[in-house]
């Protein structure tokens, strides 16, 4: 009789895996070719896993990731040319030995790397990368900044694949676009310095502008986001430094309020590791914000504001829900495969009794936008309609952690 079960039992599984086995075997060196970009494809940066991921928020897919070396990625997106920019280190060793520094150029259909550009090896690595590089407005050059504890611009002719000038900025940080031959980085006695380029990518002239703000009073965060000619600024204490790139010189506007009076007594303030977002076409600005005292600008949010930029006033408070949760990149999903309505409970766990924890937000650039939340220690995005503020969906695995979000493309 348990000769009978066993040989039963064995007969199953012989059975199931010859159905699973019945398979047609995959042909190696196969290159798939991406469509077209989506305006709601989005790259998530993974510090653990060394890559930045592409993901289609509309079907949830994983469409593929992009090798980066060591340190979290921050590709750059030219808007005239089919072409991804990734500045990389490597290590001989992994963690030592020689280093060498490159400014890579990968194919967006493709995602394969097309061309190289080494560099000295001193660019600046951190777990936060924003205004760590920047490419000019016309496309032509590319700045990388250099931390070695000394500061400077490492210049890339991206059209001649060409390294072609290091430019020292003594007491400055961080690289911003502001023109077709101009990029500026941020002073440590509240200036801007302003660097200007020739055509062949050599320093003509580098100056230092009177200050814009103050750092021992209101500091500013570096996690700066465009709109327009315009950089927008948030100090660790909820005011909007406007700098404007649009003309001869860099000029700045007039200071003001994230927070009304109110919201300061109730100590909301600004926070997170990307905590800014801007939607062009509606002209609104996205906020992380929660609720905490003096130098935690760094903690995770609890809402997103949304602001009118042509009125400097507050439109919406977005609730916000945590992004999802998982281990190792693998999702905590409770219940999906139960049936209905069982299935939302995993949803509904989440929901009462994980807080939101998000730490880093984007926005979509079409005129249906998605507002993209992410906390940094979960690979996994939570999806708003930008406009009204209403829960959409999560979105999950992209990886085991989230470094950056960047939605470079818009609508047509």
């Excluded at 210049?155 to 400055?172: H, L, M, Q, W, Y």
């Excluded at 000029?251 to 007594?265: I, M, P, Q, T, V």
């Excluded at 940094?376 to 406009?387: C, E, P, R, V």
Aim: negative net charge; proline residues 8%; hydrophobic residues 40%.
């Amino acid at each position: 009789m348990r000769k009978n079960l066993f040989a039963a039992l064995f007969a199953v599984v012989i059975a199931a895996t010859a159905s699973r086995a019945d398979v047609p075997a995959e042909a190696p060196g196969r290159v798939e070719t991406l469509p077209e970009p989506s305006p709601h494809w989005v790259w998530v940066s993974d510090l653990v896993l060394e890559r930045a991921a592409l993901i289609d928020l509309d079907s949830g897919r994983f469409l593929g990731m992009i090798n980066g070396g060591y340190g979290a990625i921050s590709p750059l997106f030219p808007k005239s040319r089919a072409e991804i920019y990734i500045p990389a280190s490597y290590y001989a060793r992994r963690s030592r030995g020689p280093r060498t520094d490159l400014l890579e150029v990968w194919d967006p259909k493709t995602l394969s790397p097309q061309a190289e550009v080494v560099l000295p090896p001193k660019r600046a690595i951190d777990a936060v990368p924003q205004g760590h590089q920047a490419l000019s407005d016309d496309d032509r050059f590319a700045a990388l900044f250099n931390w070695t504890p000394r500061t400077s611009l490492s210049i890339v002719d991206v059209e001649k694949r060409a390294f072609t000038a290091e430019v020292d900025i003594p007491g400055c940080s961080l690289a911003y676009a502001a023109g077709p031959r101009r990029f500026f980085g941020l002073c440590a006695d509240g200036t801007a310095v302003v660097v200007t380029l020739d055509d062949d990518g050599h320093e003509v002239s580098k100056e230092r502008t009177l200050p814009f703000f103050d750092p021992r009073k209101d500091p500013v965060t570096e996690k700066a986001v465009r709109y327009k000619n315009q950089w927008l600024f948030v100090s660790f204490d909820g005011y909007v430094y406007p700098v404007d790139v649009s003309g001869d010189q860099v000029r700045f506007g007039e200071k003001w309020s994230l927070l009304s009076d109110e919201d300061r007594k109730e100590s909301w303030r600004i926070g997170g590791l990307q905590h800014l977002a801007v939607h062009e076409p509606s002209g609104r600005f996205y906020s992380l914000v929660h609720k905490g005292g003096p130098d935690t600008h760094k903690d995770p949010g609890d809402e997103v504001w949304v602001y009118d930029l042509a009125t400097k006033k507050r439109i919406d408070r977005i609730k916000l829900r945590n992004p999802g949760l998982t281990i190792m990149g693998f999702p905590i999903e409770i219940g999906r495969d139960w049936p209905a309505p069982f299935n939302h409970l995993g949803g509904w766990l989440v929901d009462t009794f994980a807080p939101p924890l998000v730490t880093h937000i984007a926005v979509t650039r079409d005129d249906k936008p998605l507002l993209v939340t992410a906390s940094q220690y979960s690979g996994s995005l939570g999806l708003y309609d930008a406009l009204s503020g209403d829960f959409v969906r999560r979105v999950q695995p992209t990886g085991w952690t989230t470094d950056l979000l960047v939605a470079p493309w818009g609508g047509k």
